[in-house]
């Protein structure tokens, strides 16, 4: 059985995770949104996204950014499956291959 | 209930149907992202232990926090007892983008009851929160279809909690996964969904904003993760610049 300090810090992380989860819905809940502001939350998605993934596009191993790169030109014409399978087995490789 | 009829409910009410079909949509479409989960799971339950967290502990953690970057944090500092407040708020920034999300989503979600919004935001994380946005983009629709987000978000759930708690059981069996280029999934997962929301280049320069303030914050400061608040905040601020003049 896990410890009460480890149960009161789960506790606490989880809270703090679930209210960032629901805040910023209620904090627009029945709001009518200015065009401005539509604009810009039409435009999250793709900032965080891009956001997150960011670090790899600045890896200094080449055998990342050669995969990253085939990564990408499948992502502009594949689906998600075969282009997750693509993005791995192509990094893997160069990975082995460069000695990354 | 429903056993004691002798007729199921989904034989003859196409409200039903149509729900359990978006369901199993969502659960098929959560497939290709749940493969890129079950490594990283695996190492987040073998480092926890690896940092004197029980094995029991682990699924408690991921099951009930349900966000893979805190958990990450939140192991890269655990320490016995645990720094209670400081895990608590590198939690909260890591995943301060979901207040950010929260608010992109609330406009498709205004067809469903505020107590069933506020219980499905519980199962919001990058991936399930983008697949959901993207799906309804994909319809013209502006409300989301709860059934397909729930979908998604059943078939991730399951799969990073069990993992999770197997990567604490198997532990020290488990080499560097890395090496093998399965961190490349969620990269390859993200640029599909940037694919699916690309709008044109005029519409997406807050997209470059974002990208080279994160990378720049990233290169800074490669610890936490500062870059992605960084990043957002600098895509949204230049959204708000380059945002088309009132009233059009």
Known sequence: MPDLATLGTIALMASGTYLTRILGYLALRNRTLSPRMRHVLDSVPGCVLISVIAPAFVSDRPADLFGLAITMLAATRLSILPTVVIGIVATGLLRHVFGG | ?248
């Open chain 2, 1 to 248: 209930m429903e056993a004691t009829h002798p007729t199921t409910v989904s034989d003859c009410d196409p409200a039903q149907r149509a729900t359990t079909r978006e369901l199993c949509r969502g659960l098929w479409a959560s497939v290709p992202v749940l493969l890129g989960f079950i490594p990283f799971a695996l190492v987040l339950g073998a480092q926890a232990t690896q940092k004197g967290m029980s094995a029991v502990a682990v699924p408690v953690m991921t099951g009930l926090n349900f966000g893979g970057g805190s958990e990450f944090t939140a192991i890269r500092l655990w320490s016995s007892p645990p720094h209670l407040l400081l895990i608590a708020s590198m939690s909260l920034l890591v995943n301060s983008r979901h207040l950010l999300m929260g608010a992109a989503l609330e406009p498709y979600l205004r067809h469903v009851p505020q107590g069933r919004a506020l219980a499905s935001l519980f199962f919001m994380c990058d991936e399930s929160w983008a697949m959901a946005l993207a799906d309804a983009k994909r319809r013209a629709s502006i409300n989301l279809s709860m059934a397909y987000f729930m979908g998604v978000s059943i078939g991730l759930y399951l799969t990073w909690v069990v993992f999770t708690a197997m990567g604490a059981m198997l532990g020290p069996l488990i080499g560097d996964l890395e090496r093998y280029g399965f961190d490349m999934a969620f990269t390859a997962v993200f640029l599909v969904l940037l694919r699916g929301m690309w709008r044109g280049r005029v519409a997406c320069r807050p997209w470059f904003v974002s990208l080279v303030v994160a990378a720049l914050t990233y290169c800074l400061m490669p610890t936490g993760a500062w870059y992605v608040a960084a990043g957002a905040l600098a895509g949204l601020c230049s959204a708000a610049l380059m945002a088309p003049k009132e009233g059009k």
